[in-house]
């Protein structure tokens, strides 16, 4: 009867001593076990970042917002399906925070429209670009409808008129 051809080792992480055949004799696999790999590779990982119960970040730490070298100024671009320009979402400041999404953007035209008025937007009412470039958010360019089907018609038939325009 012949010897099996491997050979014995002393795991890194616990200790323990394991038998592996010579063939899988390299370094990612002299751990005795899968978990034990997995503990020594994300330990200095895990211990590099500040977690809290929940696994997210604390406050105040990493590179969040300014510090992020990918951060463009609080703005993101929506991509539709198709030949379609995006839609430009920018940080929504706190006074308009009720149109914003849980993420806290809002759509550059709706939030440009709802300064010159003053107030918040509400879902129903629609914002329309004259021009129809969803990127042209200039004022002049931008007209507001009470809902979508007053959009609609317009675009149709060129009534009824808008509820706000500057």
């Known amino acids: 009867m012949s010897e099996r ?20 004799i390299r ?3 002299l751990f005795c076990s899968r978990s034990c790999r997995a503990k020594m590779i994300s330990a200095p990982v895990l211990t590099a970042h500040k977690f809290d119960r929940t696994g997210l970040k604390f406050p105040g730490t990493g590179m969040a ?5 990918a951060w463009k100024g609080g ?14 979402y920018v940080r929504c400041p706190s ?10 953007y809002v759509m550059e035209h709706r939030l440009v429209v709802a300064r ?3 107030r918040c937007l509400l879902r129903s009412e629609v914002v329309h670009h ?3 470039d969803p990127q042209d958010n200039r004022l002049e360019n931008l007209a507001l409808f009470a809902s979508n ?15 706000w325009r500057p």
């Open 75 to 88: 703005a993101t671009y929506f991509r539709k399906h198709g030949n379609y320009k995006p839609i430009k």
């Open 5 to 24: 051809k491997g050979q014995e080792f002393e795991c890194p992480n616990c200790g323990a001593i394991a038998w592996r055949p010579r063939a899988w």
């Open 95 to 104: 006074e308009f925070l009720p149109m914003a999404r849980k993420d806290g």
């Open 116 to 118: 010159a008025m003053g």
């Open 130 to 132: 004259e021009n129809h």
């Open 149 to 163: 089907r007053d959009h609609k018609l317009y675009e149709a038939r060129g009534t009824p008129d808008p509820i």
């Open 65 to 69: 917002m300014e510090r992020n070298p």
């Open 27 to 29: 370094a990612e696999r």
